[in-house]
């Protein structure tokens, strides 16, 4: 009876979460936010069209820890170490997309629009602009005043499904929601450091990855070698693109689905996808309806968007996206 109650309670939480934002947000005090917000994002995809694959990593690993409540975008202060120094985060970017659409919000109506809202939101954007079709995104969200390295927890990118459902299902994400969020990775790049393992010394083997296509794995051989060194640094780190069956890697689509039924899925994570029966069953409709896809997946990134968001008299409005407002 009393998991029952705390699993009451917990969807109620979540309804209320939902319902707590709303379509139009700043259709009275800012009615120019979502305009500026997609510009912004339509002109740095003109420059670099990687940008959606990396406002949606960013967006998912704030959400992630602590809700959607822009706490990523904070920077270390003093000795409290921020979300954005943990290994996993190191290799975010966006961040300076947030700061010029901040920096133009502030001059259109000061102090009203979240960085939560506009992470959301130039995520939201992000996705439209790359294929991956568009969706109403409810707003309202506020920033968090909190951010610190000891709080990343998020799933390994060699993970196995079952830790993955786990570490999603904190946040009331389900197994289906993982599975059609990481349909995400059919655009953008991915350090060789996430998945080395698997092309030499897959386990603690010696030998890579039996699951990965053997073309798929000497394409990725060359482009990342054998390390000499315990020692990773981010910086140097080689790149390969996410999706290594794709000829529009900046394409949101259902091509990331075709490449893990074909072995040739870069991360374990998204490989270990077609071996579990409802994952399975949800690639070959993905892979076989482009549709189904994109609106599964517009509909798992707003169940995303509620995660833990801060509404209300709660939290702030920051001014800087990276620090909490001066206190007076």
């Known amino acids: 009876m009393a998991a029952f109650l705390t699993s009451l309670l917990s969807l109620a939480l979540v309804v209320f979460t939902a319902l707590s934002l709303e379509l139009n947000f700043y259709r009275n005090s800012c009615p120019q936010a979502e305009a500026v917000v997609r510009k912004a994002v339509e002109e740095h995809f003109l420059r670099d069209p990687s940008i959606p694959a990396g ?49 133009k919000l502030e001059r259109e109506c000061r102090g009203t629009v979240s960085c939560a809202d506009i992470l959301a939101l130039a995520t939201r ?28 927890h998020l799933p390994d990118p060699a993970s196995s499904v079952a830790d993955a459902v786990a570490a999603f299902q904190t946040i009331n994400l389900t197994l289906a929601d993982l599975t059609t969020l990481l349909g995400a990775h059919s655009v953008g790049f991915c350090h060789c450091l996430f998945f080395i393992d698997r092309l030499y010394d897959f386990k603690g083997t010696g030998f890579p990855d039996p699951d990965m296509d053997p073309t798929t794995l000497d394409i990725l051989r060359k482009k990342c070698p054998r390390p000499t060194t315990q020692i990773f640094n981010i ?30 899925a ?47 008299q709660a939290g702030e409005i920051r001014l800087n996206c990276r620090e909490v407002n001066q206190r007076h």
């Open 55 to 103: 406002l949606l990593r960013l967006h998912f690993h704030d959400c992630f820890i602590r809700g959607c409540d822009g706490s990523v975008l904070l920077d270390s202060n003093g000795n409290n170490i921020a979300e954005k120094e943990a290994p996993p985060n190191l290799s975010l970017r966006g961040f300076e997309v947030i700061d010029e659409i901040k920096g």
């Open 266 to 312: 870069v991360l374990q994570l998204d490989q270990e996808l077609g071996f579990t029966d409802l994952t399975s069953n949800l690639l070959a409709r993905y892979s076989t309806r482009p549709g189904a896809f994109r609106w599964m997946f517009a509909k798992s990134m707003i169940k995303l968007g509620n995660v833990g968001v801060l509404t209300g």
């Open 125 to 152: 954007d992000g996705v439209a602009i790359s294929g991956g079709g568009t969706y109403d995104l409810p707003t309202g969200r506020r920033d968090g005043t909190v951010s610190t390295i000891t709080d990343v």
């Open 235 to 264: 910086s140097s780190d080689p790149k390969v693109f996410m999706n290594q069956m794709s000829s529009t890697p900046f394409t949101l689509d259902n091509s990331f689905f075709h490449s893990i039924l074909n072995g040739r």
